[in-house]
């Protein structure tokens, strides 16, 4: 079976690749071909998961979560312009002689991501030693300290909506230290639970009542927080931390298939009214919610919770509108270096050494910069394979997607592997924090998502070796 399958998705990025280099006009008959290419792609997806007894009826998975927000940003407009919801001349779509392309474009990334993931792998291949179980002491010092710094930044432009409007999408001069601390410390404090509750066998129930009460108000009071101040992003990041700690501790999902979908609608639906009233500037926050409800009520589409997300699809038009013209070349991989760089190297000091022009930062600076200027109130943000196709173009892009269908197929086998005597640290700060950033990186750039886990593995070896001289 797989060997059609490969055989199979490598015609259909052949066919689009044909359609996004010679096609620049609309057509409905195009459109629609794509769109059934792309259910014919997502078919090759669900079924390659049937192969394995680890992951088998297994809904909530990295890659189902990435490939997922992935096909809201590429089909939904595309759906709702067939069914009238959408204009030729909406704006979402530049202009209506990129929407072939765009939607090809898009459909080429999801199906390159499925040819990476669908090639027969194991579970990444760690290291055969047994778990550390450590203290978890340091980290829930470092939650109280870090959160008190956390609240002490916190003024009332952070309730009002002010900052973040004046921030702007690309910006990051929002988040402190004291918060990034705060990240760090939760990443550590829930993988580190989970490498000490593995093999229990800990219902969910139970694998929640072994942590402290104040660490539960900890985590249940940041996230309130950052919730009304309008920021979805860390609250879906960290809840997603969680149950991904708990799937690796486990091995199995902490709730039914069903159960999980209407979670996450209900969630989509809180986070399109918090999206909306979050650009409303005031401390009233019944005024954000009417107001949020009502421009949600407006929403004419397909899916008006997942709108929003959708609409991360202006940042593949842009891109493909600045470089269809010939003069335009993409950047050769100065991007890419930058955020390799800045994993390693905190911003501060690599500007002294390493100094690059604001829309050279990322893709979203560039983007922003290209359509909007980077003095706008609000940035375009940037897509996960776009951020690829800014660089390398549309084969390098296409590379790039099937590496990252590579790592999330050995992340879904890792999370879900029952192999308890194969073990790495490493591997796992990687798969849990993969896990948590799976879903909103579709409408992100990947590189960066390595740069907390990184931080966090690094304190992890320091605790785990202040617990062993401890116990000596």
Known sequence: MIIWQLVSLSAIILVLLNIFIDVDIYSQQNLIAILLLGVFVLMCYILDGRRYDTIRGKV???????????????????????????????AIFVHQNLIVKGVAYGTIAIASFTLGYILPYRPFNTASKAATPASLRLFAVLLVLSLAGFLLTIDADFFSGKSYVESGDISTSHTKISEVLLWIAFNGYFIQYAINSRGKGLSFREYVGGIPIFILLIFVGYLSLKLVSGMREPVLRNILLFVFSYIYASRRSPMKATT?????????????IVSIGRGVITDDLSEKYRVGMEIYDDRNSISPTTSELANSQYCDFVALKYFDKEENQQLGGAIQARYIASIFI????????????TDMQGSAYFLT??????????????????????????????????LVGFIFKKTDLTLYSNNSNRYSLLVTVLVICLGASSFY????????????PLYTYILLIINQRFSLSSNK
């Open 260 to 272: 999980f979908i209407v979670s996450l609608i209900v969630a989509s639906f809180v986070f399109s």
């Open 441 to 452: 990186l579709s409408r992100s750039v990947f590189i960066p998502t390595l740069k907390i």
């Open 60 to 90: 909530i998975r990295p890659s189902w979560l990435l490939i997922f927000g992935m096909c809201i940003i590429v089909f939904q407009n595309p759906i709702d312009l067939l069914l009238n919801n959408l204009h030729l001349g909406s």
């Open 369 to 402: 910069a290209r359509d909007r200027g980077l003095k706008a109130e609000s940035g375009l943000g940037s897509t996960i394979h776009t951020d690829f196709y800014v660089d390398f173009g549309i084969v390098g892009m296409i590379l790039c997607m099937v």
């Open 346 to 357: 905190p911003n501060r000091i690599l500007n002294n050494f390493w100094s690059v022009e």
